[in-house]
Nanobody, 128 residues
Framework: QVQLVESGGGLVQTGGSLRLSCTAS????????MAWFRQAPGKEREFVAA????????DYTDSVKGRFTISRDNAKTTLYLQMNSLKPEDTAVYYC?????????????????????WGQGTQVTVSS
């Protein structure tokens, strides 16, 4: 079965950096788009960034553009999220996600319903 395992979260000060990783197994990683979402306490899970199967297309929510970079290493079956200039409002549990079907970014790729597989999440806390 498909498994997604996130790592790299932690506690960082405002302005600091973290790199999240998501290691995938159970199917051909290189055939599927991938995405990062996050969920802060008391809030709905929200889209952060997405990347197509070959890395050719990426998309970011406005609040992280210019600060976060999504990338993937298909040989290592790993998805990354480099987060720079972190702010307290970036505090959340971060999840990686993958859709059921192969190809480019899925329809409605900014919504949770576009993804069928999720990791367990990794906590990111940014102190002020």
């Amino acid at each position: 079965q498909v498994q997604l395992v996130e790592s790299g979260g932690g506690l960082v000060q405002t302005g600091g950096s973290l790199r999240l990783s998501c290691t995938a197994s159970g199917r051909t990683f290189s055939s599927y788009a991938m995405a990062w979402f996050r969920q802060a306490p008391g809030k709905e899970r929200e889209f952060v960034a997405a990347i197509s199967w070959n890395g050719g297309n990426t998309d970011y929510t406005d609040s992280v553009k210019g600060r976060f970079t999504i990338s993937r290493d298909n040989a290592k079956t790993t998805l990354y999220l480099q987060m720079n200039s972190l702010k307290p409002e970036d505090t959340a549990v971060y999840y990686c996600a993958s859709p059921r079907y192969t190809g480019a970014l899925p329809k409605a790729w900014r919504t949770t319903r576009a993804y069928d597989y999720w990791g367990q999440g990794t906590q990111v806390t940014v102190s002020s």
